[in-house]
Nanobody, 115 residues
Framework: QVQLVESGGGLVQPGGSLRLSCALS????????MGWYRQAPGKQRELVAG???????NYADSVKERFTISRNNGKNTVYLQMNSLKPEDTAVYYC?????????WGQGTQVTVSS
């Protein structure tokens, strides 16, 4: 059974940084397309960043130049480095894994940007 476990959320001041981690277990990590999504109160879940098994990356326009997604296949982990955080980045962040027709989600981790 594939499981995704996120960590690294918290409270940070505007302009600060956080790094989120998501560990995948129960399958071969390198075969999966990995992504980070977020959902703010009253809003739909949106894609923040994605990374393919080959390392190609894509980002939402709102986070380009501030966020970086990366993966370590040896550690079965995907990361989201978030810099220059803004109050509008406040949301629950979810890790997603996709392979073929299968898609799975982590439990989510809260990121709050506030002074």
């Amino acid at each position: 059974q594939v499981q995704l476990v996120e960590s690294g959320g918290g409270l940070v001041q505007p302009g600060g940084s956080l790094r989120l981690s998501c560990a995948l277990s129960g399958s071969i990590f390198r075969f999966y397309v990995m992504g980070w999504y977020r959902q703010a109160p009253g809003k739909q879940r949106e894609l923040v960043a994605g990374i393919t098994s080959g390392g190609s990356r894509n980002y939402a326009d709102s986070v380009k130049e501030r966020f970086t997604i990366s993966r370590n296949n040896g550690k079965n982990t995907v990361y989201l480095q978030m810099n220059s955080l803004k109050p509008e980045d406040t949301a629950v962040y979810y890790c997603n894994a996709k392979r073929s027709t299968w898609s799975g989600w982590g439990q989510g981790t809260q990121v709050t940007v506030s002074s």
